[in-house]
């Protein structure tokens, strides 16, 4: 079984910081890529960032310059260090990881989420 669990989130004034982690236990053969996931209340779940096992990276728009996604070279951990905080950076972060379990079955999986709050 294969795990992704996000923590990190937390209550936030704007202009402040957070970094959130993403780290992925069980049985992993090997992590192709990791994204960062946020839904907003009434509002559709969107990419905020997403990293590969070649250490591509791609942003949102709106993240950009703000926020940075970083891990391990397995992706067994991977972080988002968000910064510059907005009000409208408030929503539900869920990380979702592509993956071949140890039985070479490709996987997508999700975390739980976590909540980060932006305080104006």
């Known amino acids: 079984q294969v795990q992704l669990v996000e923590s990190g989130g937390g209550l936030v004034q704007a202009g402040g910081s957070l970094t959130l982690s993403c780290a992925a236990s069980?049985?992993?053969?090997?992590?192709?890529?990791i994204g960062w996931y946020r839904q907003a209340p009434g509002k559709e779940r969107e990419l905020v960032a997403d990293?590969?096992?070649?250490?591509?990276?791609n942003y949102a728009d709106s993240v950009k310059g703000r926020f940075t996604i970083s891990g391990d070279n397995a992706l067994n951990t991977v972080y988002l260090q968000m910064n510059t905080l907005k009000p409208e950076d408030t929503a539900v972060y869920y990380c979702?990881?592509?993956?071949?379990?140890?039985?070479?079955?490709?996987?997508?999986?999700w975390g739980q989420g976590t909540l980060v709050t932006v305080s104006s």
């Open positions: 979702t990881g592509k993956l071949y379990s140890s039985s070479r079955e490709l996987l997508e999986v």
């Open positions: 069980g049985s992993i053969f090997a992590i192709i890529g």
């Open positions: 990293i590969n096992r070649g250490g591509g990276r």
